[in-house]
């Protein structure tokens, strides 16, 4: 089984899905891991709460191209609140391999979901206070 997920990783790392920028995004929000150099800069298309479309540049470790990968497929069409429930096991069960022993390479896949997230907390803050500019 673990060859299976090794492949997809591979696969993913080499071919990411979603790869690019977009043209307008509506939030975009750059992570790097100091630890190893991995960056990972994600563009996100927000309408109505939902996702509508993702695209991202970056370079660093197979896991952490292949992570954002999967995760960028994962997160098209899902609305805020479902990416604000995404948790650290969501990530690791999309790239499918167990990384409890090497804390380095958890933060290598973790990165696009911190991304993801801090655009996403970003965008709601952003809202916010323009909703108190209108009150």
């Known amino acids: 089984m673990d060859d299976l997920y090794r492949e997809l990783i591979i696969e993913h790392s080499k071919y ?4 690019g920028t977009l043209e307008n995004p509506t939030v975009t929000q750059e992570e790097k891991n100091p630890l190893c150099g ?6 996100l298309a927000i309408e109505d709460g939902v996702i509508t479309d993702v695209r991202f540049v970056g370079r660093g470790c197979a896991i952490s191209q292949a992570a954002t990968s999967l995760l960028t497929d994962e997160i098209k069409g899902k609305s805020l609140d479902e990416i604000k429930q995404l948790t ?9 391999i167990p990384l409890g022993h090497n804390p ?3 933060k290598c896949a973790l990165l696009p979901l911190k991304a993801v ?6 965008f709601l803050g952003t809202q916010l206070e323009d909703d108190e500019d209108e009150l």
């Open 104 to 106: 380095v390479r958890i």
């Open 88 to 96: 650290k096991d969501d990530v690791l069960d999309l790239i499918g």
């Open 16 to 19: 990411p899905h979603n790869a």
């Open 38 to 43: 991995d960056q990972i800069k994600i563009d």
């Open 117 to 122: 997230k801090a655009g996403v907390y970003s």
